[in-house]
């Protein structure tokens, strides 16, 4: 299950969408999934030694309370929480994308797409409040039906190149690589691999959690590594660049090009499919972090308390209502657009936490905290420099209005933090004085 968590939170619909993102980049794009590929890698790595040598540890809150103390990871965990219902909104955006194509009647009323996006959000906050083996078990039965239309990409490619080798020459585009192209292809493509740290956040409920969520990270994110540029490539090579820029499903269209139109139909729902398992999974990952914050007395305790389905019920129903206001706020733009768009600002806000996780393993592995892995933590420490040096070539690529927004968040979670600090303050100081009374 925590397998199926990883692999099916990064493998949602960003994947589906991206080439017609990245159309306008030609074969820049390869090289740019290429270190986006090898970046992940490394935070996989990264994230897998932090699992095993903290296994009890609140995940990425835990990691950088210990390396850095509680204000950063505080703020660190407020943007990744703000970035995942976002990630949330973006996902039911891109799965209606794809339900256009065999459900045309969703483009026949302009308020039809945001009320399916809607219904679908809060079908899977019901889900999760069923608890985490009913999420469990719905996230391995969505995964492997969402790897199949990617296994049919890449056969129906390899196929093409077999019986019409000329395909992949009549749109092939050779515009110049430039730095700046390479970094904003490396921002777009990391969107699509979000979600390698996700086995970590609900530890508190995985089983033999030192040795399971270490397995489930690196095995997770080398499986999606292995389909993605397969999956990337084969749209991008069969399908003229300014059709493909502007398409809503661009692997359907593929697949509608050369076996006709009713195949784009069972591929457009084998991907909506795999996008409601991201949603499923993401709805989870929400509730657990904003049940995290609340643990550490910084939301509302209401927040942290859990059903008769060891499901925090307040944590998941506040978490609906943000993704609600945040898909609504921004669903007068494009499907295209808006995917683009928010793409970009979720890849921002979850930059601090590989940044703090990548480099608690650099300080706590100079304070030898994690023993029990000294004969691997030098090799480790490398890993996590790489994994800050990639970290940084994104930043570059996401442009100065999207980091300026992460920012933004890291500073309108200060007030919160104060706030939080100074109620526990006073709850002590009005429990301190009652016993003495």
């Known amino acids: 299950m925590c397998t199926a968590l990883v692999v099916g939170n990064v493998i949602g619909v960003g994947v589906f969408l991206l080439p017609a993102s990245l159309a306008p980049y030609g074969l820049t794009a390869l090289t740019g999934w290429l270190i986006t ?38 703020t660190v965990m407020w943007c990744y929480w703000v970035s995942t219902w976002v990630t949330n909104a973006t996902i039911a955006v891109g799965v209606v994308g794809y339900l256009t194509v065999f459900i045309p009647a969703l483009n026949s009323r302009p308020w039809l797409p945001p009320v399916t996006a809607l219904s679908l959000l809060w079908f899977f906050v019901l889900l ?14 969505t995964t492997a039906l969402k790897l199949l239309p990617m296994a049919g990409v890449i056969c129906l490619g390899l196929w093409v190149l077999l019986t019409d080798p000329s395909a992949y020459r009549n749109h092939v585009i050779t515009s110049p690589t430039s730095l700046s192209d390479l970094s904003r292809v490396s921002t ?9 740290e996700c086995a970590t956040i609900p530890a508190c409920r995985v089983r033999n959690p030192e040795r399971t969520i270490p397995l489930a990270t690196v095995i997770g994110t080398i499986l999606t590594a292995a389909v993605y540029i397969g999956v990337s490539i084969v749209p991008m090579l069969l399908i003229p660049q300014a059709a493909l820029a502007a398409s809503n499903a661009p692997v359907a269209d593929v697949f509608v090009r050369i076996l006709g139109a009713r ?88 930059l601090p936490v590989y940044f703090s996780c990548t480099l608690a393993i650099v300080v706590l592995g100079r304070q030898g905290l994690a023993s029990a892995q000294r004969k691997r933590t030098l090799t480790v420490i490398g890993a996590a420099v790489c994994a800050v040096v990639y970290c940084a070539w994104v930043s570059i690529g996401i442009g100065l209005k999207p980091l300026l927004w992460t920012v933004a968040l890291g500073a309108v979670s200060a007030p919160v933090y104060w706030v939080s600090r100074r109620a526990a303050q006073m709850k002590i100081g009005h429990t301190a004085h009652s016993v003495r009374e």
């Open 37 to 74: 590929v090898i970046g992940c890698i490394f935070l996989a790595i990264s994230f897998a030694y932090l699992a095993r040598a903290f296994p009890h540890d609140d995940g990425p809150y835990g990691y950088t309370k210990r390396a850095f103390g509680d204000g950063l990871a505080f």
């Open 128 to 141: 999760n409040l069923r608890g985490a083996r009913a999420v469990g078990g719905t996230q391995i039965v």
């Open 188 to 196: 777009l493509t990391l969107y699509a691999m979000l979600g390698i």
């Open 263 to 350: 195949s784009g139909d069972v591929v457009a729902l084998f991907v909506s499919i795999g996008g409601l398992g991201a949603l499923n999974g993401w709805t989870m990952i929400l509730g657990d972090v904003t049940q995290t914050i609340a643990r550490h007395g910084h939301f509302p305790q209401v927040l942290a308390k859990e059903n008769r389905h060891g499901a925090p019920t307040g944590a998941l129903i506040l978490t609906g209502v943000v993704a609600s206001i945040m898909l609504l706020s921004n669903y007068a733009q494009s499907i295209g657009n808006l995917f683009v768009f928010l793409s970009v600002v979720v890849t921002a806000a979850n």
